[in-house]
């Protein structure tokens, strides 16, 4: 199933390569320092094409989070919380929320849901205060 | 606009549950009842512009009407598709590339039993979406709304309450018009004890899923000469798109109609103060919200105490979604079209029980996608 998401999207496996090795990884410029998440292949800042990826701390900050009453995953038993994630280092990303329920502006520290033949998903959990 | 455009012909298909039709008989029999108002025949339809109508649309939407188009367009701007197509129609028509644009749709979404929460995998294109979003269970499109929806509420203060009257002021409408689908009356207090889905948003923040569409003839003046009914003009049209991934939009409370609106009031030349109807997408109750603030009917952040002051109702200051909307009257899985035949009938003045007294200035707001689309036709009655 890893071999079928890397055919789907090159441009995007080493983010999950480095999942594997439980490090949340983003694109940065080499030419501004801005980074970006998803990959491309041009910097959205200054159009230079000196990218490479660089690991995170692995901490943000709540932007928004719904709680789902739905069932959609076999995996995700309702009610759960899907969020979005700005990274210190700027990005924004969707992300789950594991343990204890978070609200908008919450510390938040990335951990790794495991999945069957699939690379580990980054998921945030409120951080220690 | 150089010279004067017209819509000359409007139509709903069946709706509801359509039985005994297909998405084609649908089109063809809203069109011929479109093509009878511009007074019109089906040859001369020469533009054609489709959403949503299988693998090359319009391609498919040509041969069953029998006809040759000179200018086609399949879009896939979502929801706004429709409004987009005006837009597009105004630049075909001025180019002179054709003459006769049909804009039409059908859908039989609920008849099929289409939709589903899960986004799936897609069939073609790069699966991005698939490997970043899908797997964290965000329900399409619903969890994207609500993540706008809760910002907007920390941001600004706006209340579940505040929402909700934006679902009761559409079934007030929907009251008035026998073709809604949801009739039954509705409070605030209901809404805030519904069902929650993906909170903040509950169960009746949330369109139907109903079969429908619809057909619309947009001419010049000189063939809106033909018409059976009175043509209502096209004073500006406008488009705009803001991303795709929720986590690529760049303001949550900001969405694509900060760009259409104005630019479709300075193609009119007239302002938000001088419109007496509004078709808002209400695809959700915050799409609502945001297209009030961002089409500039109130200042951002104001959305909420706006909706509060009953200004969407029946007899309110800006009396919107006066056909009961996508939230009581019809939600065919993509409502553009919808909101372009209501402001018509209202324009005219032959929307009956529902009719606002001298409405002469409306417009259609068409919102698509992950509230990622917008489009904005502005019309009037001359």
């Known amino acids: 199933m890893s071999d079928r998401m890397q055919i789907d999207d090159p441009v995007l496996w080493p983010y999950w390569e480095a999942a594997q090795r439980r490090s949340l990884i983003v694109q940065r410029c080499q030419a501004c320092g801005h980074h970006q998440h998803y990959p491309r292949p041009f910097c959205l800042e200054c159009d230079a094409d000196t990218l490479e990826w660089v690991e995170t701390k692995g901490q943000g900050t709540v932007h928004s989070v719904t709680t789902v009453h739905v069932q959609l995953l076999p995996e995700l038993k309702p009610p759960y919380q899907v969020a979005l994630i700005d990274l210190d280092e700027g990005p924004r990303l969707v992300t789950g929320i594991d343990g204890t329920p978070c609200t908008i502006g919450d510390r938040v520290t990335v951990t790794w849901r495991e999945r069957e033949g699939l690379p580990p998903l980054p998921n945030f959990t409120k951080a220690a205060p | 606009m150089p010279a004067p455009l017209y819509i000359t012909g409007v139509a709903e298909t069946a709706l509801g549950e359509v039985a005994g039709e297909n998405e084609l008989s649908m089109v063809a029999k809203a069109t011929r009842e479109a093509l009878a108002e511009a007074g019109l025949k089906r040859k001369d339809i020469d533009g054609l512009f489709v959403n949503y109508m299988g693998e090359e649309g319009s391609v498919q939407v040509a041969e069953y009407l029998g006809i040759q188009p000179r200018f086609s367009d399949s879009s896939d701007l979502g929801g706004a598709a429709f409004e987009a197509q005006v837009h597009h129609a105004i630049a ?64 600004y203060g706006t209340t579940r309450a505040q929402l909700a009257e934006i679902a009761v002021a559409a079934r007030l409408w929907a009251q008035k018009n026998p073709k809604a689908w949801s009739r039954d009356p509705l409070t605030i207090e209901d809404c805030l004890n519904a069902r929650p889905i993906s909170e903040p948003l509950h169960r009746n923040d949330i369109c139907l899923v109903t079969d429908g569409g619809g057909a619309c003839i947009v001419t010049t003046a000189e063939r809106a000469r033909d018409a059976a009914k009175k043509p209502i003009r096209i004073l500006g049209a406008a488009e705009s798109h803001t991303h795709w991934h929720i986590s690529q939009m760049k303001d949550l409370t900001v969405s694509a109609a900060a760009k259409s609106g104005p630019e479709a009031f300075a193609m009119a030349g007239i302002t938000p103060g001088d419109v007496d109807i509004l078709q808002p997408y209400d695809s959700f109750t915050i799409t609502v919200l945001l297209a009030l603030e961002d089409l500039g009917f109130c200042k951002k952040g104001e959305g909420g105490a706006f909706v509060e002051s009953g200004a969407l109702r029946p007899g309110g200051k800006l009396p919107s979604m006066t056909s009961g909307g996508g939230l009581s009257y019809n939600h065919p899985g993509a409502l553009g079209l919808m909101l372009l035949i209501e402001a018509v009938r209202q324009l005219r003045g032959e929307a009956g029980d529902r009719q606002v007294p001298d409405a002469k200035i409306g417009v259609a707001h068409g919102v698509g996608g992950l509230l990622s689309t917008a489009g904005t036709v502005i019309l009037a009655r001359e």
């Open chain 2, 92 to 155: 075909a028509i001025q180019a002179g590339f054709c003459e006769v644009a049909l804009i039409a749709y059908a859908s039989r979404q609920r008849s099929r039993r289409a939709r589903s929460l899960s986004g799936g995998a897609p069939a073609m294109g790069v699966p991005i979406m698939h490997q970043l979003e899908v797997p964290y269970g965000l329900p399409s499109p619903i969890g994207r709304y609500a993540l706008i929806a809760a910002r907007h509420m920390h941001q």
